[in-house]
């Protein structure tokens, strides 16, 4: 919860920054603040909430008045050295997967590396009419997707400590040369972070707790980053990952699980997959609305139907630019992979409509 503060720290910063013309002098005098404030709490054992919120409120501002470190770190994650070059890799897989359909080429292309330069505007207008524009931005869902990927691949290496360990590792380390060769946007990052927790639990075998982590995760971004707090992408990541991990697991206890090992069939999996569009709309909605003016009507008919396809297409493209990176994609995979986009495309037509 101390994440909290700390970002409302941030997002004041430029407020008092606006009430002297230089902000290191307003950092000259909140950080000897905070020093004596930290060594107060230490000397007489200061436990209280408010206090330690108060702590966190006003490193926050130092943090945003000298977020020059911050900018620069963006800046070398987006573009330049190795996640330049990374990014390039990509993107030439992509070209050489060779598609006789430039659609899917260019909707796979968007999918994988978040270039959407390809894409006609008839289709991005389809996708936004649809309630389905989140899938062509590179968020933490296609992240997801490729974690998911990982960790099944990775099970060959067994579990033993040591296989856990190594799978972690080379998890975290594929997952973040992606998110770099995409350009580490907000949505990405956060979800590279959520990662990393989590890998960080699991071999610490300690209990994952929803709240902490997305906390944690936010408060390690924001210390980074500081200016990411004002980025739309991230402000809309967050709410949806508050959505679902304060709303989703209450609407998804309303469907009764079953006593019987299976997971209760089409039905409760159709359910989960509803609560879980539901509850990150309650809390992306209101944003939405105020910075767009609109909101997504059949969202909740898009994602049911919408989602599914554009999963497996990232899986088979994803298996397409392994395949491509070794030289030949088979024409099976090819095939496949537009037809598969050419089905999600039919269906958003269909919801779009509507």
Known sequence: ????????????????????????????FLYPALCMMLLSALAFRIRSYLYTALLFLLTGCLCMLGSEAGSAFSSAAGSG???????????????????????CAALVKALICGDRSRLDRETVELFRKSGASH??????????????????????????????RA?????VALTGIYTLATGASPSLTRAFIFICINEALRNTERKRHGADVLFTAMLIQLAIFPQALFSVGFQLSY??????????????????APKAPARGGPVRRIWQSASLSISCQLFTAPLSWLKFGSLP??????????????????????????AAAF????????????????????????????
């Open 81 to 103: 050295g190795f996640a330049s070059g990374a990014g390039d890799m990509l993107s030439a897989a992509v070209d050489r997967i060779g598609f006789k359909n430039e659609a």
């Open 135 to 164: 899938i062509l931005a590179l968020s933490g869902l296609h992240l997801g997707i490729l974690y998911g990927l990982i960790l099944r691949l990775c099970s060959v290496f067994g579990n033993s400590p040591a296989a856990r």
């Open 1 to 28: 919860m101390l994440a909290i503060p700390f970002a409302a720290g941030i997002a004041i910063a430029p407020c008092l920054a606006g009430l002297t013309s230089d902000a290191w002098i307003l950092c000259s």
């Open 297 to 322: 009507g059949y969202f909740l008919i898009s994602n049911l139907a919408a989602l599914p396809l554009s999963s497996a297409l990232m899986l088979l493209s994803t298996g397409g630019v392994i």
């Open 239 to 256: 709410l949806a990952m508050t959505g679902i991990v304060f709303v989703y697991p209450h609407m998804e206890s309303w469907y009764p």
């Open 167 to 171: 799978r972690s590792l080379c998890t």
């Open 327 to 354: 030289g030949h994609c088979p024409d099976l995979l090819v095939a496949l992979m537009e037809k598969t986009a050419a089905l999600l495309t039919e269906v958003l037509t269909v919801i779009s409509g509507m």
